[in-house]
């Protein structure tokens, strides 16, 4: 028998994975009430699907994850596309040409285009801390507007630190994009599962190999449950009893407010680099084009994150905590019937469809 500890996405693909393709029993040990770990979604009393642990927004070039998982759901064609408030103008993100020509005059915008496009070429993705280093003076004038009003205010809030403390791969992730392309990702495949992602998981998880204990601990049947070979998605440091320290992370607090009017923003997502203590406000009922009279959004507060307190969202990328995983990646290493895998086991984000190929690709080496 295989022991999963988490539901996860990690989890759940090795699941049903084991049970389908192996046919071995699987237990699957979930802390929490519910399955699917960070992409649990439910529908609020507006029939609106809430994504409990922040908006996610399914996109990936992996032509197998995309036929993987659509084996357990429909797709609604959903293309992510996120404003940002600067200077009290709603911008497209990533800052791109659009966006020049709405926080600059004609002129100016025209002449930063050229430039741009002289430089890089069209069509191209700069992160900004790659935009700095140019000495061009118009280059210099406009990295500098972006830098201040888009990133140095938003990662402060978002990370408790200016992008110089944080490893370049965390802007990166949100680039400048020379192109008047508006979309968020420009991956082929995108969209959100059609029922939402917990009956997508739901349907992985249905085979009458796997039994799912909600609100169980891995710590409270590690010792009583018999398994062939476990799989761990959980915190890493929590594994192995904190003995070299904690790894830190970086929580999410979500206020969620429901509005007796149609719509709240004109689109899912809008952030906001300056001005507020939130980082994000979502409004989820763009996600599937949900029709209704009112209409539900979550604020995101980021903060600091407590063990026991709140749940751990991001690994914070940099030297300390790469210093610290590298001791128990090396304690686990030493694991040879223990496979860790997953945000929490590894200390690492991945999108969801980096988790998926990582799970399909583990499967086929425990093969
Ligand atoms: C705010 C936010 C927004 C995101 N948006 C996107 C997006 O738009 N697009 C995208 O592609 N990706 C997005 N992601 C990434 C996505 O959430 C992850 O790729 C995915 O959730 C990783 O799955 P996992 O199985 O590794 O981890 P998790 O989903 O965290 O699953 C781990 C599970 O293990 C359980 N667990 C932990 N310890 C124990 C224990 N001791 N015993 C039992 N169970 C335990 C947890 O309760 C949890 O259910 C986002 C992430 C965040 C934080």
């Not at 999963?4 to 084991?18: D, F, K, P, Q, T």
């Amino acid at each position: 028998m295989y022991l999963i500890a988490g539901s996860g996405l990690a989890g759940s693909v090795l699941a049903e994975r084991i049970a389908s393709v192996l046919k071995k029993e699987v237990l699957v040990v979930e802390r929490r009430d519910h399955i699917g770990g960070n992409v649990y979604d439910y529908k609020d009393s507006e029939g609106i699907f809430i994504h409990k642990y922040g908006p996610h927004a399914f996109h990936t070039n992996d032509e197998s994850v995309w036929a993987y998982l659509s084996r357990f759901t429909e797709w609604y064609p959903y293309f992510h596309r996120v404003r940002a408030i600067v200077d009290g103008i709603e911008i497209p993100l990533p800052f791109n040409l659009n966006a020049l020509y709405m926080v600059f005059p004609p002129g100016l915008a025209s002449r930063l285009e050229t430039k741009l496009v002289d430089t890089f070429g069209y069509n191209v993705k700069i992160p900004i801390l790659k935009l700095k280093e140019f000495g061009d003076k118009d280059l210099q004038f406009l990295s500098g507007y972006i830098y201040e009003k888009v990133f140095l205010g938003y990662t402060l809030k978002q990370w408790g630190l200016t992008p110089e403390n944080l490893y370049p791969s965390v802007t990166a992730r949100v680039p400048v994009y020379i192109s008047r392309d508006d979309r968020y990702f420009q991956d082929r495949y995108q969209g959100i599962p059609e029922n939402g992602y917990t009956s997508l998981i739901e349907r992985m998880l249905d085979n009458p190999l796997i039994r799912v204990e909600l609100n169980t601990d891995f710590r409270d049947v590690k010792d009583s449950v018999k398994f062939e070979k476990l799989i761990y998605t959980g915190c890493i440091d929590e594994f192995f009893d904190f003995r070299f320290g904690e790894l830190s992370y970086r929580s999410l607090d979500f206020s969620l407010k429901s509005y007796d009017t149609e719509f709240f923003q004109p689109v899912a997502q809008v952030n906001y680099p300056e001005n507020h203590d939130y980082t994000r406000i979502t409004e989820y009922k763009h996600f599937l084009d949900t029709r209704s009279e009112r209409t539900t959004v979550a604020y995101e507060y980021p903060q600091a994150y407590e063990r026991g307190g709140n749940d751990p969202y991001y690994p914070i990328p940099n030297d300390e905590n790469s210093a610290l995983y590298a001791k128990y990646s090396e304690e686990a290493r030493k694991l040879h019937n223990v496979v860790f895998i997953g945000r929490l086991a590894e200390y690492k984000y991945y999108n969801m469809d980096q988790i998926v190929a990582r799970a399909l690709r583990t499967f086929e080496e425990l093969r």
